[in-house]
Antibody, heavy 122, light 107 residues
């Protein structure tokens, strides 16, 4: 069973930094592209960024509002995905979800963690 | 970036009703569209992938259609547990983009 468990959220001041982690299990993590999605309180879903596999060059893509401030990385030895948040703004407040989607022998797998809350406030 | 215009933003329905939600893409995305359901305090769950494929375990009262730029999610015979917020997501290219969401509540 695919499982994604986020951690690392908390309260941080504007301009501060935070590193989120996502522990993955139940699927071949090293062979899977991984994504972060966020949701501001009472608002809709926003795609944050994606990291490809090492075999694909670990290419990263980011949404415009976070480009240059957020960095995705992965540790395939521990099946862990990271999101480094820097120069945080109040509008970065929200629940951050670790997600992935892939095909497994014809079945479509789309899995989300429970989310971790980031609050940016002075 | 591809923009996804989802409508309506909210609707009221009664148990047993048929509900239709639409997403329009700013450019063709072929069949690369997913539909999600989200309940308060929970992560989203995929209902439909590839525009019209029902995810395993999702009731058959949910269906998706469309291609190119226009897509529809239909719920026939709405059940009480279907009152939630629904989102479309284009998976054609990065950055992936969501629709603004449709809140379905009880009339």
């Amino acid at each position: 069973e695919v499982q994604l468990v986020e951690s690392g959220g908390g309260l941080v001041k504007p301009g501060g930094s935070l590193r989120l982690s996502c522990a993955a299990s139940g699927f071949p993590f090293a062979d899977t592209w991984m994504t972060w999605v966020r949701q501001a309180p009472g608002k809709g879903l926003e795609w944050v960024g994606r990291i490809e596999t090492k075999a694909d060059g670990e290419k990263t893509d980011y949404a415009a509002p976070v480009k240059g401030r957020f960095t995705l990385s992965r540790d395939d030895s521990t099946n862990t995905l990271f999101l480094q948040l820097r120069s945080l703004k109040t509008e970065d407040t929200g629940v951050y979800y670790c997600t992935t989607d892939f095909y497994d022998y014809g079945d479509y797998i789309d899995s989300w963690g429970q989310g971790t809350l980031v609050t940016v406030s002075s | 970036d591809i923009q996804m215009a989802q409508s309506p933003s909210s609707l009221s329905a009664s148990v047993g009703d048929r509900v239709t939600i639409t997403c329009r893409a700013s450019q063709s995305i072929s069949f690369y569209l997913n539909w999600y359901q989200q309940k308060p305090g929970r992560a989203p769950e995929v209902l439909i992938y590839g525009a019209s494929n029902l995810q395993t375990g999702v009731p058959s009262r949910f269906s998706g259609s469309g291609s190119g730029t226009e897509f529809t999610l239909t719920i026939t015979n709405v059940h009480p547990e279907d009152f939630a917020t629904y989102y479309c997501l284009q998976t054609y290219e990065t950055p992936r983009t969501f629709g603004q969401g449709t809140r379905v509540d009880i009339k």
